[in-house]
């Protein structure tokens, strides 16, 4: 959104018609209320941004009905030209006209028609350019048919739209509804201001208004309308004295056959504007964040550098877009309700008078039909910054110029926390909260989204400290390393022919939505939609990104094999983490398939409410795509001592009706779950291949702030592939010899691998004999041979768990062998006995052989 400026915000309200409470749909569900379509439609208006119409910022509903709609707001309009009882100059005339001409013109390439055109309507700001208000009540409204009054004023409507009367759906001498009004109504609205205009004064505003509405259909037997209204005010000689070019874009614009009326187009390039047209440049939208323009092109150094250095009583507010401006208001307490009630244009009564009737106790009635008049009052509030400047006044006037070349901070530390450092420490939901830090967080993402992706190493590093809901849905494509011209992917993209992905919506947890454009598919998750709403092409982009990276392959027709792999993967993750856990759930027949399938298809959204989800994926797409078995054994560990307490159908009554889930503890213990999980600990062959250098599916990689395991070059020490059927039969997940290479050399090199108390977080155990031992080993590796632990038969004979790994718990415990089966067996008495951490070398020593890292111990003298 452009800049605040010298605008205000302004507000105004209006009720939506009432469905009656016993009328349902076809398919026997109640009607959707008509305040719900309004607020609907309303979305598309805050995309419709153009120099000559005032930006529309928000809408939200009340109660019985109501709605509160924000816009951009000017005190001066073309009313005040009629208060003053002045005519304006030709110049000044043919300068409106074109003005909201050209917004006209804007709004009808979107489908739009203003049909609400009016002095007051007419809005002009400083330096005396137009912008049009309201010219978006005819299209949230479905051209008037979901509110019980008029769009329009009598006054300045056209002839074809007073013809047709008025109508609404639920009147029933109407057997169908009056054709939606076209480009062309607008000309005649914008005709009878000209001539106020010129006139100097209001167009039949002393005639009643049914006498008012005869007038204006007999004017088409008139061959000469203007002169007639002339008469007909007693400025005859006023009227005549203008320019003929004047004279002649009034007769146009008051032309009575809608036919013969020109549209606002057709009449910009007319050659009434000929001395006019050439002082004004085409409108150029501004190039999106994602697209495949030279966003800055446009921008311009003055030729006097010191012209961009800011005097110490600047507004910096004002330099801010209307919508974070609104943002911020709302965060220091704004009320768009009281502020609507202090002005009296609501006005609330008791309840009982609000009632159609009443009865006494002597059976009289009372009461009276409701008060039509109160359903739309034309008055626009003015919204008082004074509470936001006055709460914002000690921010300094460098946070709203955040510097990005900081290379003094470091993670999790952020640039723009220096001010409030404080509040950086705060529950997330604090400081979402808070209006000073949220307008430094908001306008550092707004310089490092501007810089995208030259700043994509920033966005990563900033986001892991938090991300301010305003800029959340950019924030997230620019995780998801959205890049290029998303536009034209998303129109090439076929909407409408079947496809395999549509198995997506056959499922239950499935959300299918509709626009004009066609069938999308965004699937069970309407999140990236909900914080893109007008811009399906960044939505789709953002699935596109999503959908492979944390569920590839899984809604394929026949998906058994990719979600088994994957519940056997967190199975071994809940063992890894919480065998105490793991064990109980086991022993009680409570598996994964009977209640994380729906936590996986969904990411968690079957699990969490969205505003809780937003706040989790805020961290889910900092990882990679084992992330989400973290967040899993995140979420059963809240739920820890319940489920050990309960048996089988205690837990499934549980997860029936899962209790509150503290979302921050949740993302906290998930991170540090993340971070003691071997990378290779995840691996599953159905995930993502593997990605090509520099491409992520939709176009050119970020740095991932944890890269997949299956992205990584492949080598001999890399971990293998494994059966469905074997992987089942291990406990403990398996690591790669590559993974134990680096935990060691890592837990040598320094403290980052090591635990509080200064010790390393990985210890190796070769179960081999002590033969085998002798002949090489990892370096720091202690043994206890599987013939001292287990019988030739499998018989457990020893406790390892007694002997010196007592020394070790809390690490990572790396069980080695020559033989995985044997292996497998250590590390699931290991988990029985409640060890946490246990994993497997894949492929056992036989891989660390040819690296030539196994020590032999020197023979003693």
Known sequence: MRPLKDAQLGAFTFFASALPHDVCGSNGLPLTPNSIKILGRFQILKTVTHPRLCQYVDISRGKHERLIVVAE?????????????????????????????????????????????????????????VKLAKFGLYHMTDHGADVDFPIGYPSYLAPEVIAQGSFHPSDSSHDEAPLPSGPKTDVWSLGVLLFELCAGRRLLHNIDISERLKFILTLGCMDDIVTVLAEEHGCLDTIKELPENVLELLRKC?????????????????????GVSCLYTPFQKPVSLFSSSLRCAHLELPEDISDLCKDDDEDYLSERAIDEVYHLWCLAGGDLEKELTNKEIIQSKPPICTLPNFVLEDGESFGQGRDRSFLLDDTTVTLSLCQLRNRLKDVAGEAYYPLLEDEQSSLPQSNSSNELSATVTLPLIIRERDTEYQLIRIILFDRLLKAYPYKKTLVWKEARVDIPPLVRGLA?????????????????????????????????????????TGRVWIHFVPHFLYLNFNNEALAYACMSAFIPKYLYNFFLKDNSHVIQEYLTVFSQMIAFHDPELSNHLNEIGFIPDLYAIPWFLTMFTHVFPLHKIFHLWDTLLLGNSSFPFCIGVAILQQLRDRLLANGFNECILLFSDLPEIDIE??????????????????????????????????????????????????????????????LKAEVSPRISAEDLIDLCELSLAGPTKRTKAGKPK????????????????????????????????????????????????????????????????????????????????????????????????????
């Open 73 to 129: 707001h000017y005190e001066s309009s073309l009313s005040d030209f009629q208060k003053q009882g002045k005519t304006a100059s030709p110049e000044k005339v043919l300068q409106i006209a074109y003005e909201v001409l050209e917004g006209l013109e804007f709004m009808n390439k979107h489908g739009m028609v203003h049909r609400a055109l009016s002095a007051h309507n007419v809005l002009m700001d400083c330096k005396g350019n």
């Open 762 to 861: 990985i210890i190796a155990v070769d179960i081999r004999s002590v033969e085998d031992f002798g002949r090489g080993h990892i370096s720091g590796s202690i043994n206890i041979p599987f013939s001292t632990v287990f019988s030739s038969d499998g018989e457990l004979m020893q406790c390892p768990a007694t002997g010196p790994l007592q020394n070790y718990k809390g690490r990572v415990i790396v069980v080695i062998s020559h033989a995985m089966k044997s292996a497998a067996m250590f590390a699931a008495h290991l988990v029985k006995v409640n060890f946490q951490r246990v994993c497997i070398l894949d492929g056992g020593i036989n891989k660390l052989k040819p690296t030539g890292l196994l020590t032999v111990p020197s023979p003693q003298i």
């Open 665 to 726: 503890r949740c993302v906290r213990e998930s991170i540090n779950l993340f971070c003691w999980t071997p990378k290779s600990a995840t691996y599953r062959q159905h995930a993502q291949p593997p990605k090509a250098v520099g491409d992520n599916g939709y176009g050119k990689t970020a740095t991932y702030y944890s890269s997949d395991y299956q992205d990584m070059p492949k080598t001999d020490l890399s971990r293998e592939p494994l059966a469905l059927c074997d």
């Open 476 to 516: 997230w494509a620019a995780l998801l390393a959205i890049e290029g011209d998303i536009q034209a992917k998303y129109e090439s993209t076929d909407k409408d022919t079947p496809i395999p992905t549509d198995r997506q919506i056959e499922l239950g947890w499935s959300l299918t939505l509709t626009w004009s």
């Open 254 to 274: 008051l032309t009575f056959l809608p036919s013969k009326r020109p549209t606002p187009t057709e009449l910009l390039g007319d050659s009434v504007f000929n």
